[in-house]
């Protein structure tokens, strides 16, 4: 299948700074992007939705200038956790679909995000 | 609301043993219907998926029974092996593609 690559795989970040979390396809073009957040032993709740060139569309509950998500090129979308704190940490995950009907979502491997 | 509610939360199965997962759900839009399997510290991967034109699909040892009327669904391993120890989720969405959810997941440990 195709190829979903997350960087960075983990991160540790000080209470109140921000972190970068980057979901790249890398051998198709993604029209549209997914961010789950998974707790531990929890299921995997979208966070939002971002296409190419547009603003994310971002689930109820889920404050969009705190998790600040940009889907500049068709094979790279970056998901940044603002003024992030302990309650933050968690496992992000990303998809990738390609343009056209019925093409399934591809996932990344994942970012564990520790606030301290 | 819990669009899609997966039982057994866990399930310990001996090698060589079937695995039966279940879901349910509510929305009659949704139109494709996808489980994955999650390592730890891992994103899940596709292991099999099913649209509702069909009532059973199998490929190797992974197969999906779908019953429309009843709006269930359930995964089969059929000769578990130990390396199938991970969580397996359902999922469902409006169709390949679109934003999936997910149903709670199932823990499975295969025990040699």
């Known amino acids: 299948g195709a190829v979903v690559s997350q960087h960075p795989s983990w991160v540790i970040c000080k209470s109140g700074t921000s972190v970068k979390i980057e979901c790249r396809s890398l051998d198709f073009q993604a029209t549209t992007m997914f961010w789950y957040r998974q707790f531990p032993k929890q299921s995997l709740m979208l966070m939002a939705t971002s296409n190419e060139g547009s603003k994310a569309t971002y689930e109820q509950g889920v404050e969009k200038d705190k998790f600040l998500i940009n889907h500049a090129s068709l094979t790279l979308s970056t998901l940044t956790v603002t003024s992030a704190h302990p309650e933050d940490s968690s496992f992000y995950i990303c998809?990738?679909?390609?343009?056209?009907?019925?093409?399934?979502?591809?996932f990344g491997q994942g970012t564990r995000l520790t606030v301290v | 609301q819990q669009q899609v509610k997966q039982s057994p939360q866990s399930l310990i199965v001996q090698k060589g043993g079937i695995s039966i997962i279940n879901c349910a759900y509510e929305n009659t839009a949704f139109d494709y219907f996808p489980w994955y399997q999650q390592f730890p510290g891992k994103g899940p991967a596709l292991l099999i998926a099913?649209?509702?034109?069909?009532s059973e699909k199998k490929e190797g040892r992974f197969t999906i029974s779908f019953n429309k009327s009843a709006k269930q669904f359930s995964l089969h391993i059929m000769d578990s092996q130990p390396g199938d120890s991970a969580t397996y989720f359902c999922?469902?969405?409006?169709?390949?593609?679109?934003?999936?959810?997910f149903g709670g997941g199932t823990r499975v440990l295969v025990k040699p």
């Open positions: 998809s990738a679909t390609a343009a056209g009907p019925n093409t399934e979502a591809f």
């Open positions: 099913i649209r509702p034109d069909v």
């Open positions: 999922a469902a969405s409006g169709a390949a593609g679109n934003k999936l959810t």
